[in-house]
């Protein structure tokens, strides 16, 4: 059985305590995003095409999952949080100039770059203004300062481009506001409208969190091993880039001075071009010093930490999202 | 004594009835943008040396203004409106690839287009989570709407983008979005901050509304007669970038079918370089069917609703408020 298969049963396992209202959430979610001009539905259309694994959505369902089910409040607030993750990747994708998402065009491949922009400000906007409709206030409140973190973050991920002296608390910074406080607030925001969880949501954001710094690590670890997920991706894409992510941190930290004096000013102002030709000898050095199995050691201590975080406020349905979901994100490693 | 001058001194008799309250405005704007990471802070140096005429934080103020004051919550209030305004200038200016913005290099051109992306973003996401931590809510309210409207507006300018046969009403619906809803709220804000006012914040609402109309209609029709304001920008750019505004809309309405005919039969899928040829074309037949004359009308009528819809409201500063402020967006006229 591939990776792929693998994790999509580990997801579909999660996924089906929940069946109804991720069925709901998707009415709910495209109701929301639609009619409002015939562009907005074209790239709404298009995006849905692209099926997102809903990772997000399902953790904050579970977390609200209670006996007498799962409140309608959650529903809308699942939505919300799928919107601005929708809208992250939009802005992105157009960072990056990818060419590609989930296997289709990407929106500012096919659109352009103004409507990639403008469909992300539409959804970052359309989410904040149903949370205020809705009254949903402790959702708004987090979801507002969590888009500020993102933004922060992708400002700092520019700041420090192509900086080989980044250090491995910047790196954690950066990724804590870049994926892994969404996730927190995701957790959060569903445990706190449950009404069996709600004085115990802080601890479903701290579970949330942890689980995205090993979201975030292991994305990262996929850019050296390669990943069959990446649909015949490169592996080398954050190098190319300029993004140094903790495999790399991690080996420059870890290999003799003279070694990585080496790396340092064989990859000293390379053009793009010069960057790829470069991977291979970046790549060899990550593996030879340590880089991944550090990043992979990593991403456990943060896996345990979320089972830990979570322990002690688990009941019932809680249990399977404690046990599935951490194995979930770190099953990708394996 | 130039336009440029004469409209400085309307602008500035409408501030110096609120000196002070500006002067906290920029503190209260600064601290806020300030401190997050240092290429924010970098960003937000440059933007405030462009000096921005401060004419959406002066109605809110101005609206805001009672026998006692302005309340410190209106100031916080005014910042998160110039943030959302300067983020749209942002997101702006990477759409038409603009290169400058005030005088000075545009954020687009000289950080490039992500940092642009994402300081608008940011910018964003700040204002809105200040209005959250300041408890705004009705301010919130008015705000998170005026987001959605904002990057509607957007979308439907690439989807109308070189489209003659754009009605004065899909128009007046854009602009409606684009430019009068911010000023819309901003003044319904300001007087919903206004214990004085309070039950009467709609019509301020209203008020603003109108002015922003003429505001973009006269825009638009600088862009057709020519601007000293505009520091030399060349007519025509609205034209060239496919935007079809208020004048070109009228004329087209108003002259003989076969006249609008032969115009559009030129227009028809010229390259970009070929549309600046055509230009003096359009702007003569513009001219010659009364285009600017029925836009100049158009925001003559929205001047006096303006004035209609504030006067039964408006007394002490209101009053200037009501007689400057609509004379300073029509002034721009003459």
Redesign the interface.
């Known amino acids: 059985m591939s990776l792929v298969d693998r994790e999509r049963i580990k997801l579909w396992a999660l996924q089906k305590i929940i069946g109804p209202e991720l069925e709901r959430f998707d009415q709910v979610y495209d109701d929301l995003v639609r009619g409002?001009?015939?562009?907005?539905n074209e790239i709404c259309n298009h995006v849905k095409k692209g099926k997102s694994k809903r990772f997000r959505p399902t953790l904050l369902l579970l977390s609200a999952k209670h006996d007498g089910g799962i409140d309608e409040s959650a529903i809308t607030a699942a939505a919300c949080v799928e919107m601005i993750h929708t809208a992250t990747l939009l802005?992105d994708d157009?960072?990056d100039e990818a060419l590609t998402r989930r296997g289709l065009p990407s929106v500012t491949h096919h659109w352009g770059?103004?409507?990639a922009?403008?469909?992300?400000?539409?959804l970052?906007?359309?989410a904040?203004?149903c949370l205020?409709q809705a009254e949903l206030h402790d959702a708004?409140?987090m979801l507002?300062?969590t888009?500020?973190l993102?933004?922060?973050a992708?400002?700092?991920q520019?700041?420090t481009k192509y900086d080989l002296s980044i250090s491995i608390e910047q790196y954690l910074k950066i990724i804590y506001r870049k994926t892994a406080s969404l996730i927190e607030s995701t957790c959060e925001i569903g445990a706190g409208l449950n009404p069996e969880l709600k004085d115990r949501a802080k601890i479903f954001g701290e579970f949330g969190s942890k689980i995205g710094f090993v979201f975030q690590i292991t994305d990262d670890i996929f850019d050296y091993l390669g990943d069959e997920r990446r649909l015949g991706k490169p592996t080398g894409q954050d190098w190319e880039e300029g993004r140094i992510t903790l495999p790399l941190i991690a080996a420059l930290n870890n290999a003799p001075e003279s070694e990585a004096r080496a790396l340092l000013d064989g990859a000293k102002d390379l053009e793009t071009e010069d960057r790829k030709a470069y991977w291979p000898e970046v790549k060899t050095f990550v593996m030879k010093h340590g880089g991944v199995d550090k990043a992979r050691d990593m991403a456990r201590v943060y896996g345990d930490e979320a089972k830990q975080a979570i322990t002690p406020v688990a009941r019932g349905v809680q249990k399977d999202l404690l046990a599935v979901s951490v194995e979930y994100v770190l099953k990708r490693l394996n």
Chains 1, 2 share one sequence.
């Open positions: 409002d001009t015939p562009l907005i802005h157009f960072i770059p103004s409507t922009l403008v469909m992300g400000d539409y970052y906007s359309k904040l203004d205020v708004l409140r507002a300062r888009t500020v993102m933004s922060q992708e400002m700092m520019i700041e």
